[in-house]
T-cell receptor, first 113, second 113 residues
Framework: QQQVKQSPQSLIVQKGGISIINCAYE??????FPWYQQFPGKGPALLIA?????SEKKEGRFTISFNKSAKQFSLHIMDSQPGDSATYFC????????????FGKGMKLTVNP | EAGVTQFPSHSVIEKGQTVTLRCDPI?????LYWYRRVMGKEIKFLLH????????ESGMPNNRFLAERTGGTYSTLKVQPAELEDSGVYFC???????????FGSGTRLTVV
């Protein structure tokens, strides 16, 4: 049973385009929703994160939109660049205990020049 | 500041052999996590240390996996005996406490043949 479902599995966009990655979660106890970016041969690196008390968070070209009632959140990459080509993971965790991250399956983004 | 260091970066072993993975967290980080990504699947939590104590090992697949953290510093993850389904990338992460302070290592790619 997958607690965090991510789609699409892969995406190809042209330079300058918008990349959108969607995630849905099951557990309403989740209270922290980060997005990680991973380049080949490297570990995941935190890109941007949101908590459920806000509906949107923007950092540069990256924006998270959060819909608490629908239990969905998404990452928008504006003006996509070839350097954004990487695998993106959404994740969720809940406060208390180990605060472990529950990840989606990941999405491989390719931005063509 | 040095990041999280994992070695080896790659390991190819035969079914039935033993392998030990090592993780050196960022100095001063009390929290150390192990995660694993099997090909095509999500990154899954294995266990969490706070200093030298195991706080949560609910993600450990079975008793062929043994994790230790000597003196609250580096950690090892031993697989004995290895099975084909143990193949994947094993990530270590450390943090000082906050969930958004996670830093991942580059991972160890384990292939069991």
């Amino acid at each position: 049973q997958q607690q965090v479902k991510q789609s699409p599995q892969s995406l190809i966009v042209q330079k300058g385009g918008i990349s959108i990655i969607n995630c849905a979660y099951e557990n309403t106890a989740f209270d922290y929703f980060p997005w990680y970016q991973q380049f080949p041969g490297k570990g995941p690196a935190l890109l941007i994160a949101i908590r459920p008390d806000v509906s949107e968070k923007k950092e540069g070209r990256f924006t998270i939109s959060f819909n608490k009632s629908a239990k969905q959140f998404s990452l928008h990459i504006m003006d996509s660049q070839p350097g954004d080509s990487a695998t993106y993971f959404c994740a969720a965790s809940m406060a208390g205990g180990s605060e472990k991250l529950v990840f989606g399956k990941g999405m491989k983004l390719t931005v063509n020049p | 500041e040095a990041g999280v260091t994992q070695f080896p970066s790659h390991s190819v072993i035969e079914k039935g052999q033993t392998v030990t993975l090592r993780c050196d967290p960022i100095s001063g980080h009390d929290n150390l996590y192990w995660y694993r990504r099997v090909m095509g699947k999500e990154i899954k939590f294995l266990l969490h240390f706070v200093k030298e104590s195991k706080q949560d090992e609910s993600g450990m697949p079975n008793n062929r996996f043994l994790a230790e953290r000597t003196g609250g510093t580096y950690s090892t993850l031993k697989v004995q005996p290895a099975e084909l389904e143990d193949s994947g990338v094993y990530f270590c992460a450390s943090s000082q406490g906050a969930r958004n302070g996670y830093t991942f290592g580059s991972g160890t790619r384990l292939t069991v043949v």
